[in-house]
């Protein structure tokens, strides 16, 4: 039987994540935080969000961890020999930029791989039953890393690492992987593009990032055909639009599936006041889309739920939706209510689907076969 406590995973060298030579970094003898400018993809958000939690308290109802870095046999699953290298090399003399929208430090390399560290240690105990669930704050993110390419602020394959090394020491056969960020997980995407041993369905602004990318007829191929699902939801949607394609399409794929356990890639940038997407959701809308993948968890696979953070840029928004998310994972009592509700949920009765935006999902549920 699995415990109860929700564990979360943290390192503070993860929030040291430079932006190499796209930011102005000020060298500080590598004993404080240096500072970091010139990316959206900021350590703030991820720290206000810890900040946060230290205040409200909640913080002391979780099993607060670390984890060792990912070695390079669990990198090696994922990523080619020789953009492992070449990053390694990199990073060690000064950091660089290696894809698109992918610079970072000095020790870039170490720090992804702790990020990657997180993650696998995060599915690992929930898979061993030595907590319920698990949130891991991974930095940098990794659901656009490829595996001989980095993109979008991803140099790791977070997810993907975390799910290999599973599959490795043979605590799990099939792993369902849901990413809300609002940019297509393409990523993890490629990487499980030929396998039915991993679900992966993504919901994300259509023709956001990356472009062209995450449409609905991209179903995976071989073996791993049907296994891949895209949602592109439309410009604008919100709360009704997230609640509706999970209802519609994320937990009958799930239920179809019966995994051992459920991954998600949680970004919070589909938030009404992200400012590299324009999508509606609030905090409110985080905590249900969690509500109902902890209830189709526990319908499924015993509850193992595992989140990991990918994007969110909104310093004052990221916290409070993060806060949510972990509320309903703790069941706590303790709440910290989102000053930007009635910004953004004053906006819903506008924001509500209408017929055609309703059918689209519709469509989209009847083309998988849902």
């Known amino acids: 039987m699995t415990a109860a406590r929700t564990a979360f995973f943290t390192d503070e060298q993860c929030f040291w994540h430079g932006g190499g030579d796209y930011a102005f970094l000020v060298p500080v003898g590598g004993l404080v935080q240096p500072m970091i400018g010139g990316l959206p993809e900021s350590p703030e958000s991820k720290r206000r969000l810890v900040n946060l939690l230290e205040r409200t308290g909640l913080k002391d109802e979780l099993a607060v961890r670390s984890a060792l870095p990912a070695t390079d046999e669990m990198l090696r699953r994922v990523h080619d020999l020789a953009y492992l290298g070449e990053f390694k090399r990199l990073s060690d003399a000064g950091g660089g930029e290696l894809g698109e929208r992918t610079p970072f430090g000095p020790g870039g390399f170490e720090i992804a791989a702790l990020s990657a560290g997180l993650a696998v240690e995060a599915l690992r105990s929930v898979l061993g039953g030595e907590t319920g669930n698990a949130y891991a704050l991974c930095r940098p993110p990794g659901h656009h890393c490829l595996p001989a390419r980095p993109m979008g602020f991803c140099l790791l394959a977070n997810i993907a690492v975390a799910v290999e090394t599973a599959f490795a020491e043979r605590r799990a056969e099939r792993i369902a992987v849901v990413d809300w960020d609002v940019h297509h997980g393409n990523g993890t995407e490629a990487i499980f593009w030929r396998r039915k041993d991993v679900l992966t369905v993504s919901l994300h602004q259509e023709n956001n990032y990356p472009r062209p990318s995450g449409g609905v007829e991209m179903r995976g191929e071989g073996e791993g055909e049907g296994y891949n699902i895209n949602v592109p939801l439309l410009p604008g949607g919100g709360h009704d639009a ?93 709440h910290a209510p989102d000053p930007l509700e009635e910004r953004i949920g004053g906006q819903q009765p506008n924001q509500r689907q209408r017929a055609f935006q309703r059918g689209l999902i519709n469509e989209m549920a009847e083309y998988f076969l849902l």
């Not at 994320?250 to 599936?257: E, G, S, T």
């Not at 109902?292 to 739920?305: I, K, V, Y």
Request: net charge positive.
């Open 242 to 334: 997230y609640l509706y394609a999970f209802e519609r399409i994320v937990r009958p794929a799930l239920a179809r599936y019966r995994p051992d356990a459920i991954v998600v890639a949680c970004g919070f940038d589909a938030s009404g006041v992200d400012p590299l997407g324009r999508m509606m959701a609030s905090a409110a809308t985080f905590r249900r889309m969690t509500r109902m993948l902890m209830q189709s968890a526990r319908e499924l696979c015993g509850g193992r739920l595992v989140l990991m953070h990918e994007g969110g840029y909104s310093e004052v928004h990221v916290p409070f939706c993060g806060h949510q998310v972990l509320e309903e994972m703790t069941h706590s009592a303790i």
